[in-house]
Structure formats: structure tokens, C-alpha cells
């Protein structure tokens, strides 16, 4: 149950408010421990300025003088999912030429509801990796003021890449206009220089890509972009000012080529085999793999407007990326939850956790992949991802056993970031629209 304080603190983020200033004691029938690969009974949390500030029983832990109780006894308390691959600012609706009528800013007022979506879905941090300009940075410190409702947000800003490559160029332009997109590099000078322009204008991470990819025009996905060289140069440059590099990559020499530079995740992953899983694993590498939005472009796409190469290249590398997943979890890489939101509706992200179990993880693993490893890949361990003391309060509960049938994660209950309630009994509590 809620008092109305709760409520009212809640209905007051949404416009920016400061947070509330009692403590919240939080009910847990059931709660999956991600970090331990444990399920606890009958446990109680207390969230202070938006932390965990103490755990244990309900029978052992006191609820704190004039703290708002909040029952769970009847629901799985999970921590709040964390998507390692999205594109708040996109929709899918907007696929092929459609793109070119929208500008920077349609795109940033579309991530504003997509935000939205996304956290009431129970996903409460992402990580936006490719926007067309800084519209993810922008949208980014909205939702860190409490002007519009969002998961925290790690953000790279446009991606840096080769002339005519998936990343930053306009293929879809004829040659006659004369233009190109925001970051595109042709040598390893070139490829620093559009990183330092990047971190300048202050995006969390580098987002590259070493091969094609499945929504750019002319482009192959087994084909290698950007050298060796020139990756290095933007691994060496990111890692030099404390920011991580997330590789978009679908066939083997690309993923092989970025492994070899030090990238800290690679996106997609779609072609493995035995030589590139074993690099990953000596390199310690993340592999981000978006095994559902397949199913969305295969009976949307050309209705969205995806181009025709587009849907061909989808119909041909889907079962082979489903296949390597299945490997590469066997191997025991590891493994982070990555949707491609925004090629698929924002706030379906949930989708994925039945296919990563369909494709051979365990619904644990792959609730860690969407909670503990997802924190360890952006150095927030003991921060994301966890319910212990010292965690941010992000919390989500379903009625049933995730367990059991991961499917149930599709329909999130109640949902907490930072302390503040979005959705409790399935019902919105904050709502700015």
C-alpha cells in the first residue's frame, strides 16, 4: 500500500522535483539477487536519497520512524533492468528515406517520449549507443534535472566511423549533395580527432563500427571497416580520457579487428566462431547481441520503410546470430542484455529476455546479463544492477516467478529509479503527459 505522501512525491519528480525526504521501506516477498544468482524470501529494504541504505528481513530489519511503507509480499523485487543498446532518439517507423525529413531536433523531442517508454517498461538505466547528432546528451541531462521522466542514461553521442561505412555517413544521400554525416574519419588522426570532438561535447562512451550493417545502404555486413590502425587510434584516444568503446560488428574479421584494438564491448556479434570467441574471452569483452528486433523488422520492416537490401541482409544474418549467442553463452563470454531499441518499439525491450533463455541462457543469466554484468561493463558495480547497501534504488517487481517463466518480465508491476515510483500495480503513478 501507499500513503499519499509517497504518491505525491512520486507525481512531483515527474516535473522535477526534489526528492522526497522520509525513508521508504520496501516489502520483498521474493528477491532475485543477480550478484549472488540467489533468490531471498521475505526480505526488506530501506532507500534513502535514492539508495539502498540497509537490508536484511522483514522480521529483523524495523521500519524506520516516518517511513512510507511500500508492500511487496505478494511479488519478485528484481533491480532495474539495464539496456546496453538503444537509440532512444529513433523510431522504428522511420526506416529507409523517411530518416532524411526528420531534424536533430524531431529526433531529440521523439527521445523524450521514447525515455519515457523505455523506463516504464522497467528498464532504469541505458546505454544510447549512435544518435545522429547530441540529442542523447541533451535528453540525457533532462532526465538528470528532473525535467522529463527517463532511465539514467550513458550516451554516445554520433558514432565515429569511415566514409561511406555504417557509422556517421549519409548513404542514403545521391552523390550530387555533396554531404557527409556527423563523425566520419579516414586515418587514425582523423578517428582521434572526431573522438575528441565527442568527448568535448560530452558523451559517456565512443560508439564505432568495423563493419557494415544491416540498415545502411551499401554496405556489407561481413566486410571490415576502418583498420586495425584506425581503430586503435580510437580505443587508445577513448581509454586515455576514462571513456569505454562500444564496437558495432557483425562479421568475423570485424569483430576480430576491434577485439585486437581493445574495444570494450562489441554490438551485434553475429558471425562468431571458435577464434573470435576465444579472443573475447582473453580480452575480457562484452558482447552485446540484439537476438529479438529480428522478428520486429522481418514483419514491420518494409511497411516501416526499410529499404529492400536492408530486409535482405536481416533475413540473412538472424539465424546465424541467434546460433553464435547460443555459442558464445556456452563458452561462457561474457554476455550483456543489448535490444537495438529504436529498430524495434522502445518499451518492448523486455521482449529479449524470453529469446536470450530460447537461445540458451538460463532465466537467471539472463536477468544478470539485464542487471549485474550489464554494471560490471559500465564500471558501476555495487552501484547498478544490485540491491544491496550502497545500490541505487532501482527496483522492479512482477507478479510469479521470473524464474520459472521469463516471459513475465514483458509485464512489470511496480517500478522505482533512484528511490522514486513510476508504476505500482501496473497503474502509471508519474505521469507528465
Avoid at 253 to 280: F, K, M, P, Q, Y
Amino acid at each position: 500500500m501507499f500513503s499519499r505522501s509517497l504518491l505525491l512525491s512520486a507525481a512531483m519528480l515527474a516535473t522535477g522535483a526534489i526528492a522526497q525526504a522520509q525513508p521508504v521501506y520496501v516489502k520483498a516477498g521474493s528477491l532475485v539477487d543477480p550478484v549472488s544468482g540467489k533468490v531471498l524470501k521475505d526480505v526488506a529494504l530501506v532507500i534513502d536519497e535514492g539508495k539502498v541504505t540497509a537490508s536484511g528481513t522483514q522480521k529483523t530489519l524495523k521500519v524506520p520512524r516516518g517511513a512510507t511503507v511500500i508492500d511487496l509480499s505478494d511479488e519478485t523485487v528484481l533491480p532495474g533492468f539495464i539496456d546496453m543498446h538503444t537509440h532512444l532518439t529513433s523510431d522504428p517507423e522511420d526506416g529507409g528515406y523517411a530518416s532524411l525529413a526528420l531534424s536533430d531536433e524531431r529526433h531529440a523531442i521523439k527521445g523524450v517520449k521514447n525515455a519515457r517508454r523505455t523506463l516504464l517498461s522497467g528498464f532504469t538505466t541505458v546505454r544510447n549507443v549512435g544518435a545522429g547528432s547530441y540529442g542523447d546528451v541533451a535528453l540525457r541531462d533532462a532526465i538528470n534535472e528532473g525535467e522529463v521522466p527517463g532511465p539514467r542514461m550513458y550516451v554516445s553521442g554520433p558514432p565515429v566511423g569511415i566514409t561511406g561505412g555504417h557509422c556517421s555517413d549519409r548513404n542514403l544521400l545521391p552523390s550530387e549533395y555533396a554531404l557527409k554525416g556527423e563523425r566520419v574519419a579516414n586515418s587514425p588522426w582523423e578517428m582521434r580527432a572526431q573522438v575528441r570532438e565527442n568527448i568535448k561535447y560530452g558523451v559517456d562512451l565512443i560508439k564505432t563500427c568495423s563493419t557494415g550493417g544491416v540498415f545502411s545502404k551499401g554496405t556489407a555486413l561481413g566486410a571490415a571497416q576502418g583498420t586495425l590502425e584506425e581503430l586503435t587510434a580510437v580505443v587508445d584516444e577513448a581509454h586515455a580520457r576514462g571513456l569505454k568503446v562500444a564496437s558495432h560488428a557483425h562479421g568475423t574479421v570485424g569483430i576480430r579487428n576491434a577485439l585486437l584494438a581493445g574495444v570494450d564491448t562489441i554490438e551485434h556479434a553475429s558471425i562468431l566462431d571458435d577464434e573470435t570467441i576465444a579472443l573475447a574471452k582473453e580480452k575480457g569483452a562484452y558482447l552485446s547481441m540484439d537476438i529479438y528486433n529480428t522478428e520486429y523488422t522481418l514483419a514491420e520492416g518494409e511497411k516501416n520503410g526499410v529499404l529492400p537490401e536492408s530486409m535482405d541482409k536481416e533475413r540473412s544474418i538472424s539465424k546465424i546470430q541467434r546460433a553464435s549467442f547460443t555459442a558464445a553463452n556456452k563458452a561462457g563470454v561474457k554476455m550483456v542484455f543489448g535490444s537495438d531499441a529504436g529498430v524495434y518499439p522502445h518499451g518492448d525491450n523486455p521482449k529479449q529476455f524470453s529469446r536470450m533463455v530460447q537461445f540458451g541462457m538460463t532465466p537467471m543469466q539472463a536477468i544478470t546479463a539485464a542487471t549485474a554484468t550489464a554494471a560490471e561493463a559500465l564500471d558501476k558495480s555495487g552501484m547498478l544492477g544490485c540491491l544491496d547497501v550502497g545500490c541505487a534504488a532501482d527496483l522492479v517487481a512482477v507478479s510469479g516467478d521470473p524464474l520459472k517463466d521469463i516471459a513475465i518480465l514483458e509485464n512489470v508491476d511496480f517500478i522505482m529509479k533512484a528511490g522514486h515510483v513510476y508504476k505500482q500495480d501496473g497503474a502509471i503513478i508519474a505521469d507528465p503527459t
